[in-house]
């Protein structure tokens, strides 16, 4: 199942498959401010479906990530998701902006582990 939603530039979509040992969600494209709310949606209505089982969020394909898409993927992260970051496929160095890019990963990464650790 595909939840598209359409941008100017580009489209952000959030992939849900439900196999039978892990529930995953796919964020694909651009991760603005403006879909947090369908990605918490998604998140909401799968929720009673996850029971027991691995709970990932991979964001293997995001190409960008708002700072105000943060504090979802930090409650998701706090209500035991595992989160799979895109900066394990880093974007090839002559693509515009792959830098702050990465260290919007890795920012995000840092956040999640002092909040793991306190």
Request: charged share 30%.
């Amino acid at each position: 199942m595909i939840c598209p939603k359409l941008r100017s530039r580009e489209v952000f979509r959030v992939g849900i498959h439900d196999g039978a040992e892990e529930f995953r969600l796919k964020f694909e494209g651009r991760f603005a401010a403006d879909d947090v709310r369908e990605a918490e949606q998604c998140w909401q209505t799968a929720a009673s479906t996850i029971a027991g089982r691995r709970f990932v969020i991979d964001l293997t394909e995001v190409t960008s990530l708002d700072p105000g898409a943060r504090p979802l993927l930090a409650r998701m992260s706090g209500c035991g998701a595992e989160l799979i970051p895109s900066a394990v496929r880093p974007r090839p160095v002559d693509q515009p902006n792959s830098r702050h890019y990465l260290k919007e990963i890795s920012d995000l990464l840092a956040c999640l582990l002092l909040r793991w650790r306190t």
